[in-house]
């Protein structure tokens, strides 16, 4: 079994920065893409950042030069640096990572975390 978790949220004020991390555990072959995806309030789940196995990221316009993105594969951890936060930035915030097993290949994703943005 799979499990993805999630850490690092909470209530920041703009401007300033926030760490989120993201572990995959369990029994787990390889581990393909990983990214970010976060859901405002009352709007739908949008991807944010991912990051390939390689290294290659993509980021979202509205986070560019602003977020960053980055992983361990020893670690099989994710994280995510997000600096000169705003209130748009508010959203719970989802881990994803694409993971190969010992049946299949698939999306796992964790149970998500709440950023705030506020002063």
């Known amino acids: 079994q799979v499990q993805v978790v999630e850490s690092g949220g909470g209530l920041v004020q703009p401007g300033g920065s926030l760490r989120l991390s993201c572990a995959a555990s369990?029994?787990?072959?390889?581990?393909?893409?990983m990214a970010w995806y976060r859901q405002p309030p009352g709007k739908p789940r949008e991807l944010v950042a991912a990051?390939?196995?390689?290294?290659?990221?993509n980021y979202a316009d509205s986070v560019k030069g602003r977020f960053t993105i980055s992983r361990d594969n020893a670690r099989r951890t994710v994280y995510l640096q997000m600096n000169s936060l705003k209130s748009e930035d508010t959203a719970a915030y989802y881990c994803?990572?694409?993971?190969?097993?010992?049946?299949?290949?698939?999306?796992?994703w964790g149970q998500g975390t709440q950023v705030t943005v506020s002063s």
């Open positions: 990051i390939s196995s390689g290294g290659s990221t």
């Open positions: 994803n990572a694409n993971v190969f097993t010992t049946t299949r290949r698939g999306d796992y």
């Open positions: 369990g029994i787990l072959f390889n581990i393909y893409t």
